[in-house]
């Protein structure tokens, strides 16, 4: 799996900020999040993340957290929630023809807030709601911002489709009743390249193929270190 971005992680613990780290991870555990990462609305998780940024971002690491600067994330505004929907490994294994990529989704109610220089997408953070409250998941990270940005069209209404499984990502917009998605980097093995729109419906067979092989090679290893699901 491609290493995607540096992720600095917002570890709330009472009410102090905690270090970063240089791969994706969540703050808490699903059933146990810390007080002080537990907030009412997803508009106050992502404000109370952006209130993070002079804290977690320093000279050493404000490029891999898609800043030109430290002075730089110091000045970003938060930008509109782009709605982040998951695709369950599981069912993708599962496919048969007559399901749509809608049915495949996991349950899960998360959001990306962008950090944004004017309409420049610099980074973002992830919030999600667990047990009624809502929580900061990561913040800092630019590779979502760059899904964000494969879609330039500010008045198109757009989502992020996440396979953590196989670790990718595409840009969600509807044409029509068709969605159709974008990726931000290549991906050969699929025959995708950046920034070239494809049908889910027409995507969604290569997928599970891929998935099927990639299962078969990586499957365990995955289920036992609980990655999929």
Known sequence: MKYKSMVCILAFV???????????????????????????????????????????????????????????????????????????YDELLKYQPSVSLAQLFTSDEELVYPFQIGDTVKSTTTVSKKAGSWHIGTVGDAYLAKIISAVPDKQTKLQIISIPGLSLDFAGVHEGEDLELVPAQDYP???????????????????????????????????????VR
């Open 189 to 227: 093995d699929l025959d995708l390249v950046k920034g070239r729109s494809v049908r889910a419906a027409e995507l969604l067979p290569r997928l599970s193929t891929y998935a099927k092989a990639f299962d078969k090679q990586y499957g365990e290893q995955l289920r036992n270190r609980r990655l």
């Open 14 to 88: 009472i009410s102090d900020l905690v270090g970063c780290h240089s791969t994706p991870a969540t703050v808490d555990t699903p059933t146990h999040p810390s007080p002080a990462n537990t907030m009412k609305t997803p508009e106050e998780a992502a404000q109370k993340a952006l209130m993070s940024l002079p804290q977690l971002v320093q000279s050493g690491n404000y490029r891999g957290m898609g800043f030109a600067s430290v002075d730089e994330a110091r000045a970003v505004k938060l930008g509109a929630a782009v709605p982040r929907r998951i695709v369950s």
